[in-house]
C-alpha cells in the first residue's frame, strides 16, 4: 500500500507514563557521546584497559606461565590462577583504573549532555512536553550514569564472568557471588556521585572550559590540597577532602577489602561526606531546572 | 467547552509585572496573540502551558486546569517555543522521534510518525542530517514538527517565524495555513509582526504591558473600524462638534481638540448623510469624508496608545 506523504495523517495511540521519557534521555545521550569524535580516543582508552584485564585473566588462567610472572600479574592487576588468591583487589584496581577515564570523559561531555540543554535554552523543549523537572533531572542523571556504566560497571561484570568461565565451573561465580554485588555497589557510588555533580556543575557553568576546570579542581587540586594538609597537621581527615579518594573508600567499603585500618575507619566518615555533598549538589540542581529563565 | 477560560491571571517576575489580571475566553480556532516586546505574550504562553505557576488566578485550556500544569495537558497541547531548540549530534528524524518519546509515545510509533510529519513540513529529503546543518529556516520547521509528533488538539507557537529571511518567513505561514485548513487544529500564534496574524488567524488578543487590551475576532476588529469616518470641515469647529458629541459621535483622539480635522467613531445606526444635516445645521461645509481604512497594524497602535494614555 502507498504511503500518502502529501496530507497530514493523525496518530491515536496511548501515550505512556512521563517516566518513560528517561529511557529516551538516556538513549540519547549515549549516542550524543558516541558519535562524538573528540570522545573516541578516551573511549578508545578504556576499551583497551578492558582487554588488557581480559587478556590478564585469560593468561593467569588458561596458561601455564612462571611463577614469578604470575606473582608480577598478581602484584600489579590482581588476578591470578587461584580463584582464592584473586581477591577482589583484580576489580576494584580494574574499576578504580576505569574511573580515571569516565573522570575524564566526563569533564568534557559535561556540556554537550547537559550544559547544551541551558546554553541553547533546550531546557523549554524538555519540560513543554509530557515531562517535568523531576523526569528531566531523573534522566540527566540516568544518561551520565550510562555513560559512567558503559566504561566500568559493565565491563567490570564481563570480566567476572570471564574469570568464571574459564574457572570451567560454576563454583566460581557461587562461591564468589559478592564480587558482583559488590561492583554494583562501587558502581552505584560512582553513578551516583558523579552524576550529581557533573549534571549540577554543567547546569550552572555550561561551557566546556568553567566544568573542565571546575571539575579539576573538585577532584584534582582539593584532593592536592587535602594531602597537602595531612602532611603538614598529620591529621587523616583532611585527605576525606578529596572526593574521588572519599569514593575509592566507599568502594572498598562496599567490597570489604581495606589497606589498613585507618583507612576501614575513614570510610563512614567519607560516605557521609559524599552523601552531604550530593545532597547540597542535589538541591542546587533542583532549583537550576526551571522551565523559562527568570527576569528578575 | 472553551479552548482557553482564564481569570485575573497575574504573574510577576521579582519587581517587574509581566501579567496583570488577564481575563480571556477563547473558542477553538486560529488566534493570534499580539503584543510589543515586553508585553507578556511569552509569559501567558508559558502559563498557559502550565510552564510557570500564575501568582493569582488560574483557569482552564482544553478544560484541564492550568494551575496543575498536568501532563495531561502538556500531552495534548504541540508547543513550539521562541528559539528553535537543537541537541546535539541528533539527526532530524532523531530530534523529532526524540519529543515523541518526551510525550511518551512508544519509541516505536515515536520513529514512525518522525517520519510521517518530516514529510509533511518538507524536511522529509534533509531528515538524516545533523541538526546542526540545518538553516534557521528548517530548524523551525524542525521544531514545528517536534511539536506536531503526537497530532496535539492545540499548537501554541512562540514566534514561528522569527529570525526567518523573508522567503523563509513566507514559506512557514504557507505550512501553518496549509496545516490549519488540513487539519482544523487550534492554534495560537504568539508574535509582534501583525501581517502574520492577519494572514492566518481568525481571533486576536492584544497585549500590553501585560493586560489584555483588545480581544475578539478578526471580523469584529473590522467592523469596529467600519464605524470610523476621517471628517475635515470649514465653518464654526465648536457647533458643529457640539452636534457631532449630542448625537453620540466620539472624537477618536484628544489631541484633535480645536482642529477641524478629526477622526471619529460613530453609533450603531449613524448614517454618513447624517453629518451632512448636522453640518448644514451648525453653518459648517463637510471638505472631505472618508472611512478610516485603519488595518491589523493601525489598530495596534491604536489600542496600545489608548491602553498606554488609560494607565495611571
Given at each position: 500500500m502507498?504511503?500518502?506523504?502529501?496530507h497530514?495523517?493523525?496518530?491515536?495511540?496511548?501515550?505512556?507514563?512521563?517516566?518513560?521519557a528517561?529511557?529516551?534521555?538516556?538513549?540519547?545521550a549515549?549516542?550524543?557521546?558516541?558519535?562524538?569524535k573528540?570522545?573516541?580516543?578516551?573511549?578508545?582508552?578504556?576499551l583497551?584497559?578492558?582487554l588488557?584485564?581480559?587478556s590478564i585473566?585469560?593468561?593467569?588462567?588458561?596458561?601455564?606461565?612462571?611463577?614469578?610472572?604470575?606473582?608480577?600479574?598478581?602484584?600489579?592487576?590482581?588476578?591470578?590462577?587461584?580463584?582464592?588468591?584473586?581477591?577482589?583487589?583484580?576489580?576494584?584496581?580494574?574499576?578504580?583504573?576505569?574511573?580515571?577515564?569516565?573522570?575524564?570523559?566526563?569533564?568534557?561531555?559535561?556540556?554537550?549532555?547537559?550544559?547544551?540543554?541551558?546554553?541553547a535554552?533546550?531546557?523549554p523543549?524538555?519540560?513543554?512536553?509530557?515531562?517535568?523537572k523531576?523526569?528531566?533531572?531523573?534522566?540527566?542523571?540516568?544518561a551520565?550514569?550510562?555513560?559512567?556504566?558503559?566504561?566500568?560497571?559493565?565491563?567490570?561484570?564481563?570480566?567476572?564472568?570471564?574469570y568464571?568461565?574459564?574457572?570451567?565451573?560454576?563454583?566460581?561465580?557461587?562461591?564468589?557471588?559478592?564480587?558482583p554485588?559488590?561492583?554494583?555497589?562501587?558502581?552505584?557510588?560512582?553513578?551516583?556521585?558523579?552524576?550529581?555533580l557533573?549534571?549540577?556543575?554543567?547546569?550552572?557553568?555550561?561551557?566546556?572550559?568553567?566544568?573542565t576546570?571546575?571539575?579539576?579542581?573538585?577532584?584534582?587540586?582539593?584532593?592536592?590540597?587535602?594531602d597537602?594538609m595531612?602532611?603538614?597537621?598529620?591529621?587523616?581527615m583532611?585527605?576525606?577532602?578529596?572526593?574521588?579518594?572519599?569514593?575509592?573508600?566507599?568502594?572498598?567499603l562496599?567490597?570489604?577489602?581495606?589497606?589498613d585500618?585507618?583507612?576501614?575507619?575513614?570510610?563512614?566518615?567519607?560516605?557521609?561526606?559524599?552523601?552531604?555533598?550530593?545532597?547540597?549538589?542535589?538541591?542546587?540542581?533542583?532549583?537550576?531546572?526551571?522551565a523559562?529563565?527568570?527576569?528578575e | 467547552?472553551?479552548?482557553?477560560?482564564?481569570?485575573?491571571?497575574?504573574?510577576s517576575?521579582?519587581?517587574?509585572?509581566?501579567?496583570?489580571?488577564?481575563?480571556?475566553?477563547l473558542?477553538?480556532?486560529?488566534?493570534?496573540l499580539?503584543?510589543?516586546?515586553g508585553?507578556?505574550?511569552?509569559?501567558?504562553?508559558?502559563?498557559?502551558?502550565?510552564?510557570?505557576?500564575?501568582?493569582?488566578?488560574?483557569?482552564?485550556?482544553?478544560g484541564?486546569?492550568?494551575?496543575?500544569?498536568?501532563?495531561?495537558?502538556?500531552?495534548?497541547?504541540?508547543?513550539m517555543?521562541?528559539?528553535?531548540?537543537?541537541?546535539p549530534?541528533?539527526?532530524?528524524?532523531?530530534?523529532v522521534?526524540?519529543?515523541?518519546?518526551?510525550?511518551?509515545?512508544?519509541?516505536?510509533?515515536a520513529?514512525?510518525?518522525?517520519?510521517e510529519?518530516?514529510?509533511?513540513?518538507?524536511?522529509?529529503?534533509?531528515?538524516?542530517?545533523?541538526?546542526?546543518?540545518y538553516?534557521?529556516?528548517?530548524l523551525?520547521?524542525?521544531?514545528?514538527?517536534?511539536?506536531?509528533?503526537?497530532?496535539?488538539?492545540?499548537?501554541?507557537?512562540d514566534?514561528?517565524?522569527?529570525?526567518?529571511?523573508?522567503?523563509?518567513?513566507?514559506a512557514m505561514?504557507?505550512?501553518?495555513?496549509?496545516?490549519?485548513?488540513?487539519?482544523?487544529?487550534?492554534?495560537?500564534?504568539?508574535?509582534?509582526?501583525?501581517g502574520?496574524?492577519e494572514?492566518?488567524?481568525?481571533?486576536?488578543?492584544?497585549?500590553?504591558?501585560?493586560?489584555?487590551?483588545?480581544?475578539?475576532?478578526?471580523?469584529?476588529?473590522?467592523a469596529?473600524?467600519?464605524?470610523?469616518?476621517?471628517?475635515?470641515?470649514?465653518?464654526?469647529?465648536?457647533?458643529?462638534?457640539?452636534?457631532?458629541?449630542?448625537?453620540?459621535?466620539?472624537?477618536?483622539?484628544?489631541?484633535?481638540?480645536?482642529?477641524?480635522?478629526?477622526?471619529?467613531?460613530?453609533?450603531?445606526?449613524?448614517?454618513?448623510?447624517?453629518?451632512?444635516?448636522?453640518?448644514?445645521?451648525?453653518?459648517?461645509?463637510?471638505?472631505?469624508?472618508?472611512?478610516?481604512?485603519?488595518?491589523?497594524?493601525?489598530?495596534?497602535?491604536?489600542v496600545?496608545?489608548?491602553?498606554?494614555?488609560?494607565?495611571?
Open positions: 502507498e504511503i500518502d506523504q502529501a497530514y495523517h493523525g496518530w491515536q495511540g496511548q501515550l505512556r507514563t512521563p517516566w518513560s528517561c529511557a529516551a534521555i538516556v538513549r540519547v549515549v549516542i550524543q557521546v558516541i558519535r562524538n573528540a570522545y573516541w580516543l578516551l573511549l578508545a582508552l578504556g583497551l584497559r578492558f588488557a584485564f581480559w585473566i585469560y593468561a593467569v588462567t588458561q596458561l601455564a606461565l612462571p611463577e614469578d610472572v604470575s606473582e608480577g600479574l598478581l602484584r600489579r592487576f590482581g588476578f591470578s590462577a587461584n580463584s582464592d588468591a584473586a581477591q577482589d583487589n583484580g576489580y576494584i584496581r580494574f574499576i578504580e583504573g576505569q574511573n580515571v577515564i569516565v573522570m575524564i570523559l566526563l569533564a568534557f561531555c559535561g556540556s554537550l549532555l547537559v550544559g547544551s540543554d541551558f546554553r535554552k533546550t531546557l523543549f524538555y519540560l513543554s512536553r509530557r515531562i517535568d523531576r523526569h528531566y533531572i531523573i534522566g540527566k542523571l540516568l551520565v550514569s550510562a555513560v559512567i556504566c558503559l566504561l566500568t560497571i559493565a565491563p567490570a561484570l564481563l570480566l567476572f564472568f570471564e568464571g568461565m574459564f574457572a570451567s565451573s560454576t563454583a566460581y561465580w557461587i562461591d564468589n557471588w559478592r564480587i554485588v559488590s561492583v554494583l555497589a562501587f558502581g552505584a557510588v560512582i553513578c551516583i556521585v558523579n552524576s550529581i557533573l549534571v549540577t556543575i554543567s547546569a550552572y557553568l555550561q561551557r566546556i572550559v568553567p566544568i576546570i571546575t571539575w579539576a579542581t573538585l577532584f584534582l587540586l582539593v584532593g592536592r590540597l587535602g597537602h595531612y602532611r603538614r597537621t598529620d591529621e587523616a583532611w585527605r576525606l577532602l578529596d572526593p574521588w579518594r572519599d569514593m575509592r573508600l566507599v568502594g572498598r562496599c567490597f570489604g577489602t581495606f589497606r585500618e585507618a583507612e576501614s575507619q575513614l570510610a563512614m566518615q567519607a560516605l557521609v561526606i559524599l552523601v552531604t555533598l550530593c545532597t547540597v549538589a542535589l538541591a542546587a540542581l533542583v532549583y537550576r531546572v526551571r523559562v529563565d527568570v527576569v | 467547552m472553551h479552548l482557553v477560560d482564564i481569570h485575573n491571571v497575574s504573574r517576575f521579582g519587581q517587574v509585572q509581566a501579567l496583570r489580571d488577564v481575563n480571556l475566553t473558542s477553538t480556532g486560529t488566534i493570534g499580539v503584543g510589543n516586546n508585553a507578556g505574550k511569552s509569559t501567558l504562553i508559558k502559563v498557559l502551558l502550565g510552564l510557570l505557576a500564575p501568582d493569582a488566578g488560574g483557569g482552564t485550556i482544553l484541564c486546569d492550568i494551575r496543575r500544569g498536568s501532563s495531561e495537558l502538556r500531552g495534548r497541547v504541540g508547543y517555543p521562541e528559539s528553535a531548540a537543537r541537541v549530534m541528533l539527526k532530524g528524524v532523531e530530534f522521534a526524540f519529543a515523541g518519546d518526551l510525550y511518551g509515545m512508544p519509541h516505536r510509533d520513529r514512525r510518525r518522525a517520519h510529519v518530516l514529510n509533511y513540513v518538507g524536511l522529509g529529503e534533509l531528515r538524516y542530517r545533523r541538526l546542526e546543518e538553516s534557521a529556516g528548517n523551525q520547521r524542525l521544531n514545528l514538527a517536534a511539536a506536531l509528533v503526537h497530532d496535539p488538539q492545540l499548537l501554541l507557537l514566534e514561528p517565524t522569527n529570525g526567518l529571511d523573508p522567503a523563509g518567513r513566507l505561514l504557507q505550512l501553518l495555513e496549509d496545516l490549519i485548513a488540513e487539519t482544523g487544529k487550534s492554534v495560537i500564534l504568539c508574535t509582534h509582526l501583525l502574520d496574524v494572514r492566518i488567524c481568525q481571533q486576536i488578543v492584544v497585549l500590553h504591558r501585560g493586560t489584555v487590551v483588545r480581544a475578539g475576532t478578526m471580523n469584529e476588529m473590522r469596529e473600524v467600519n464605524n470610523r469616518f476621517e471628517l475635515s470641515w470649514t465653518g464654526p469647529a465648536e457647533a458643529f462638534r457640539g452636534a457631532l458629541a449630542a448625537e453620540g459621535v466620539t472624537f477618536a483622539d484628544p489631541r484633535d481638540e480645536g482642529t477641524s480635522k478629526i477622526m471619529v467613531s460613530v453609533p450603531e445606526g449613524f448614517t454618513t448623510s447624517r453629518f451632512f444635516e448636522l453640518a448644514a445645521s451648525s453653518g459648517a461645509v463637510i471638505t472631505e469624508l472618508k472611512p478610516d481604512e485603519e488595518n491589523l497594524e493601525g489598530m495596534f497602535f491604536r496600545t496608545e489608548e491602553a498606554a494614555a488609560a494607565a495611571p
